[in-house]
């Protein structure tokens, strides 16, 4: 196999041939999970290989279409996948839907950045779709292939595709079903969805992307095309902030790595850096970030200096000291990435930190010696930051000191025996009395109650001295044992969690929903990675009990409406009772165990972040103190619920 750029590509450079089932069967490993992040994450996977196209120089336009029948259909206009023979005699498009790790991304020349992560993309998306087809424009035609979990279902005369129409023009369209079989939940989340395919435009100026969601009744239509780039996203992640300096961008290439960095302060306690690699959002952070964050702090010191705002007895700034109002993009594209992590979305190529660090360092001096009253806003917001961080870290040692001995201070922590947390539970529970029945009700062995009275503290409107003032708080950063991460300095450990589930148990009311939302809030900015890595759950207490009169021991339990509806249509009217449950607190030790604890029957909710920007703001925004579009955001999605059953 040759490593030149040929334009008769072809057939020739794809290789490695493995059937779909792994896919199948262990759909995690290719997707990540089979819930809402898995399903979108299908879209980006067929979205991805199109803008690969486009990175490789020959598509610039993109369609996504949500279909009215649940189906995506994404169309570029790039080369077209190729359809000529593969030397195992198969069609090369066929061997690229239907095998794994074909697709020519892994010969680097081609593809000269292709993100590292997605080289199996469009064959794990048919495996776990119920249909695609798959159109290729190319040479004057039209052709055509169509599949089934995977498996083609059209028959090839003389080992040809079907040619279904005649095409001046070249490119692909993907049409995908996921598999219900799969997905628990098969609707798109079209907010997702829109928000990953404007930042794909900024990250490709030249790129247009055409998107419909034609699944409402007056279906949306959306044009993205950014041409300024990161500029752009600087900018619309600071809109409606106040923002102290200008939008700046660094911009260079080193040993094959293209650099682009944007950088705004905005007057606010908040540092919020996005990393990408080839286009991917390297949520986990990495040597990108690492090179970039060590090089700014290195020089904001040494202007601090120069200018007279440090001593020579006054310390450095922390980092996160001279981050502090720092909204920041940095983009690379680098030939051949390397991930890890939990998600694989840290990037660990060594060398990229020093070409950032370098980039950064050459271009921001420049900026600095021609700019230094933005220079100056940002010594001030370090110098906030500083005075803040001294404040706390003496609250926290405080804090830290008197817990080790006064450890749940207040008794209401009911722990359980077991000590192994891969097999502990912790039910955070709404009011007393149902954190009674629970105590009694529990499984002893794994499960832990810790009942909370009254509302949690909002952490997103509370200072952290009030915040780890916080009786609750204290509580819970003490049981679950893996300390927290916020804003300045990081003791959080999730090797040190001490229970594999946490489950919040409240009322299926309002004030438990209000609850619900509290200690997420909570759990989000303090310890986002028990979120990210899967750990919380919200229980589903049900809202009714049917008994049947002649035989109350076949009592159901129905968790919704629905549910009762469902009930009242197959049983005879009378011949039953319905009790409904305003509470927790008003069901027995038995029903709360046989609806709530117990692992064969309840049903708990996964709470999951596809996406922690949008989550971010989106917390700021229901739980910060700027109330406007708080209403508006409620209506729109108080029926999105997912359960996870
Ligand atoms: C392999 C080789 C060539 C193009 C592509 C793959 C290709 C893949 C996808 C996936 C979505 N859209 C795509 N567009 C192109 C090059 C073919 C040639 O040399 O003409």
Not at 106 to 119: P, Q
Not at 236 to 259: A, F, R, S, Y
Not at 301 to 328: H, I, V
Not at 627 to 636: H, N, P, Q, T
């Amino acid at each position: 196999m040759g490593k030149s750029i040929r334009d008769d590509y072809g057939a020739k450079n794809i290789t490695v041939l493995e059937g779909l089932e792994p896919v199948r069967k262990r759909p995690g490993m290719y997707i990540g999970d089979v819930g809402l992040k898995g399903l979108n994450h299908l879209v980006y996977e067929i979205l991805d290989n199109s803008v690969d196209e486009h990175l490789a120089g020959y598509c610039n336009n993109i369609e996504v279409y949500l279909e009215k029948d649940g189906s995506c259909t994404v169309i570029d206009d790039g080369r077209g996948i190729p359809v000529d023979l593969h030397k195992s005699g198969i069609p090369a498009l066929r061997v690229v839907l239907t095998t794994l790790h074909a697709g020519g991304k892994f010969d680097n020349e081609t593809y000269k950045t292709a993100g590292g992560l997605h080289g199996v993309g469009s064959s794990v998306v048919n495996a776990l779709s119920s249909h695609m087809t798959a159109e290729v424009s190319r040479d004057g035609n039209v052709y055509r292939d169509t599949y089934e979990r995977g498996k083609p279902t059209l028959k090839l005369v003389k080992n040809k595709l079907p040619i279904v129409g005649k095409s001046k023009k070249t490119g692909t369209k993907i049409n995908f079903s996921p598999d219900p079989e799969i997905f628990a939940h098969t609707k798109f989340k079209a907010d997702w969805i829109k928000s990953r395919l404007h930042e794909t435009c900024y990250l490709n100026p030249n790129l247009h992307i055409h998107f419909e969601n034609r699944t409402l009744t007056t279906p949306e239509i959306i044009d993205y095309h950014e041409p300024e780039g990161l500029v752009s996203f600087i900018k619309e992640l600071n809109h409606g902030k106040h923002t102290v300096t200008k939008e700046i961008m660094l911009k260079g290439t080193l040993d094959k790595t293209e650099v682009e960095v944007a950088i705004q302060f905005i007057d606010a306690f908040e540092e919020n850096i996005l990393g990408f690699c080839n286009n991917i959002y390297t949520q986990e952070g990495g040597t990108h970030l690492v090179g970039f964050k060590t090089k700014f702090t290195q020089l904001l010191n040494s202007y601090a200096r120069q200018l007279g705002s440090l001593k020579e007895k006054d310390e450095n700034f922390t980092g996160p000291d001279t981050r502090n109002g720092m909204t920041a993009i940095v983009a690379v594209k680098y030939p051949d990435p390397l991930f890890e992590g939990q998600t694989k979305t840290k990037l660990a190529s060594q060398d990229v930190a020093k070409t950032v660090s370098t980039i950064v360092g050459e271009q921001l001096t420049h900026y600095f010696d021609r700019n230094v009253e933005d220079v100056k806003a940002m010594i001030s917001q370090a110098e906030k930051s500083a005075k803040i961080r001294k404040a706390e870290e003496k609250a926290k040692t405080n804090l830290l000191s008197k817990s080790k001995f006064s450890f749940d201070s207040n008794g209401k922590l009911a722990n359980c025996i077991s000590k192994n947390p891969e097999e502990c539970e912790i039910f955070i529970v709404e009011g007393d009395s149902a954190g009674g029945s629970a105590k009694t009700s529990r499984n002893r062995n794994t499960q832990a109650i810790l009942p909370l009275r009254g509302k949690i503290l909002n952490v997103e409107k509370a200072s952290m001295d009030k915040v780890l003032a916080n009786a609750e708080i204290k509580t819970m950063i003490n049981t679950f044992g893996c300390g927290f991460s916020e804003g300045y300095g990081n003791d959080f450990d999730i090797s040190k969690l001490r229970y594999d589930k946490i489950i919040l148990m409240t009322d299926a009311d309002v004030d438990g929903s209000h609850i619900d939302t509290l200690l997420l809030t909570f759990l989000y900015r303090f310890m986002p990675d028990l979120i990210n890595e899967g750990h919380v759950y919200v229980s589903m207490p049900p809202l009714f009990a049917a008994i049947p009169k002649n035989k109350p021991e076949d009592k159901e339990y129905l968790y919704d409406e629905k549910a009762l509806n469902d009930y009242r249509k197959k049983h005879k009217e009378g011949s039953y009772e319905v009790k409904r449950f305003k509470g927790l607190g008003e069901m027995d030790p038995k029903e709360l165990w046989e609806t709530t604890l117990n692992p064969d029957n309840r049903v708990l909710k996964r709470v999951e972040i596809e996406d922690a920007r949008v989550a971010s703001k989106v917390t700021e925004m229901l739980m910060g103190s700027e109330v406007s579009d708080r209403r508006e955001f409620i209506y729109e999605h108080a029926n999105e619920a997912v359960l996870d059953l």
